[in-house]
């Protein structure tokens, strides 16, 4: 429950926002020390700024703030999504078909990027870079996309999103 606050907000006031957020271990099969510090980055980044609403009809309580526990199973992403006090609220299973090329581009020129950052050149580094950032961008608009109609998500938050479900597909 969420303590009223003496600026006069009520004590149910809407936050949607996410409060945690973990990846399913199971689901990781392998991560480099890049790719570990990406999914750092990535959550301290989530948790510090983002905007996450449940907007699905027929959701009562639904206001948040939320926790986010993200899995695959069977080539799907699982989003669950809790409450506060850890009950489910909802669990939406998405398609990962429109995302296999994205994450499989991000993670080659991420290796690109992280290779160029130990050996290239600043004008190099900063090529790839744009690269690396117009993929992910890429990424971001898609799952805004996947998720309308479920959750409403700002584009920087949907930016670490993707960062953690390209950890979520890491294989060894």
């Known amino acids: 429950m969420i303590s009223a606050l003496a600026d006069g907000y009520s004590e149910r006031m809407t936050d949607p926002r996410l409060i945690t957020i973990d990846l399913d271990p199971q689901s990781i099969f392998w991560r480099s020390a890049d790719a570990e510090q990406e999914r750092r980055v990535a959550v301290f980044d989530l948790l510090e700024r983002n905007h996450f609403a449940v907007v699905a009809e027929g959701l009562e309580d639904a206001q948040g703030p939320h926790k986010l526990h993200l899995a695959t199973s069977e080539g799907r992403l699982v989003l669950t999504i809790n409450r506060a006090d850890d009950s489910l609220l909802t669990r939406y299973v998405l398609g990962m078909a429109r995302f296999r090329r994205p994450i499989r581009d991000y993670h080659a020129i991420c290796d690109s990027y992280y290779q160029a950052v130990r050996q290239a050149s600043p004008q190099m580094i900063e090529t790839v870079d744009m690269a690396r950032r117009g993929v992910h961008n890429e990424a971001a ?32």
């Open 141 to 172: 608009e898609l799952l805004i996309a996947k998720l309308v109609g479920k959750v409403e998500i700002d584009f920087d938050t949907a930016r670490r999103l993707f960062t953690l479900i390209a950890v979520l597909h890491i294989k060894g």
